[in-house]
């Protein structure tokens, strides 16, 4: 079954007909009225409290693909207690156009050392949602740092073990200085994680285009077939990419 819980303050349907809950996983912060919470159960029980802003640019929600994305990074290939296995200890991850850090938050919880970026605008949501989670992050580590894709990323050392994005490709014109911050992050065992809606109105499917043609002449992708996604956060509109340099 794929039920994805899209952002909306009525209860509608969402542009690929899914419905929106009224209220579900979404409460008014009593004492912070700019924000009202969006909750992801974990698979281990616990359940990070996301906050959105009520008013603001596309990063101050969490977007389905946002959704999908975190719980894939849960899924057995990753992580699974029971067997031992957990690719995300200790393991160094970069999250771009992170918005509220909803990704970045569920991999720090599962051990990664993790750095959420954005621009200056959503540092101070980054930062609250770190704090809010913060108990639910034992072994891994989360920081708040500003990118403005296209610039200098000396600053953040090593290239990391793994970049995701979530809905990253949307604007025409951050096409070209994305796909420049991929290549200055990335190292030949960089494992790029691309989520992202795929949307058929308006420019959009131009956007997509010519995001995949720029990114194709450096990078090989290859996509993740739904079985290997979570069960019940997907969908057929959403897709996932493992995203490498070419050699």
């Not at 929600?61 to 200890?89: M, R």
């Not at 991999?107 to 750095?115: E, F, K, M, P």
């Not at 704090?131 to 990118?147: C, D, M, P």
């Amino acid at each position: 079954m794929n039920i994805l819980l899209f952002y909306s303050e009525n209860n509608n349907q969402t542009g690929n007909g899914l419905l929106v809950p009224a209220g579900a996983n979404m409460a008014a912060d009593a004492d912070q009225r700019d924000y009202f919470v969006r909750e992801i159960e974990k698979n281990d029980g616990l359940t990070l409290k996301v906050k959105q802003c009520y008013l603001g640019d596309v990063g101050c929600v969490v977007w389905d693909a946002a959704i999908v994305l975190a719980k894939y990074l849960e899924t057995k290939q990753f992580y699974d207690p029971s067997s031992g296995v957990n690719a995300w200890a200790g393991r160094t991850v970069v999250e771009l156009g992170a918005g509220t850090g909803a990704v970045g938050l569920m991999a720090a919880t599962l051990g990664a050392v993790v750095t959420v970026t954005d621009l200056e605008d959503l540092q101070t949501l980054l930062s609250l949602n770190i704090r809010e989670n913060q108990a639910l992050i034992s072994s891994g580590s989360v920081t708040a740092k500003v990118l403005k894709w296209g610039e200098d990323v000396s600053h953040f050392g090593s290239p990391p073990h793994y970049v995701l994005m979530a809905d990253c490709i949307y604007y025409e014109q951050s096409i070209v200085p994305l796909v420049e911050s991929l290549m200055l992050l990335s190292g030949p065992e960089t494992c790029i994680i691309c989520c992202y809606e795929q949307r058929t109105e308006g420019v959009n499917p131009n956007v997509e285009r010519q995001f995949f043609e720029l990114l194709r002449q450096n990078f090989n992708c290859e996509e993740i077939p739904s079985e290997k996604q979570d069960p019940e956060f997907s969908s057929p509109d959403i897709h996932i990419l493992h995203i490498r340099r070419k050699v």
